[in-house]
């Protein structure tokens, strides 16, 4: 079923969040198990800029943009982060985890996390990487709260 424009599905939200769990949930997993993180580096970053994608999706799906919109605003965390947080979740707003994003926008938009091609960009450490992630997810979760 397509959303008229300027209305988001019902429930859309808590699909793109739910997704996000399950992708925060995979870096998790990846960070804290593998016996040699080099050796699974960019699909950790892949996992956690996806995440980090669909929960802000989910936010502006809360805000009412239909799923056209969303596809349009493409792979560009920083795009969909201002884009969230002029909507109303002002909570997103935090300059180390806005740094992060930038860290992460270029390569995941062009796709440098999926597909061999010259990777020159500076990431976190993985721990690193899942405290920012983790505590964006608990500020989304919040921000989606159907009490809110």
Request: aromatic share 10%; hydrophobic share 45%.
């Amino acid at each position: 079923m397509m959303s008229t424009p300027g209305h988001a599905d019902p429930g859309r939200d808590q699909q793109y969040l739910a997704y996000a769990e399950a992708y925060t949930e995979a870096a998790k997993r990846l960070a804290y198990r593998a016996d040699d993180m080099s050796a699974v580096r960019i699909p950790f970053f892949q996992l956690v800029a996806h995440a980090i994608e669909l929960m802000l999706k989910a936010v502006l799906s809360r805000q009412g943009h239909h799923e056209e919109r969303l596809m349009m605003m493409g792979h560009w965390l920083e795009r969909c982060h201002v884009r969230a947080i002029e909507g109303g979740a002002a909570g997103l707003e935090n300059e180390e985890f806005a740094a992060f994003m930038e860290a992460l926008d270029r390569p995941h938009a062009m796709q440098a996390f999926r597909y061999p091609q010259w990777f020159d960009w500076p990431m976190l450490e993985p721990a690193e990487a899942m405290r920012l992630l983790s505590r964006q997810l608990d500020i989304v979760r919040d921000y989606l709260a159907p009490d809110r």
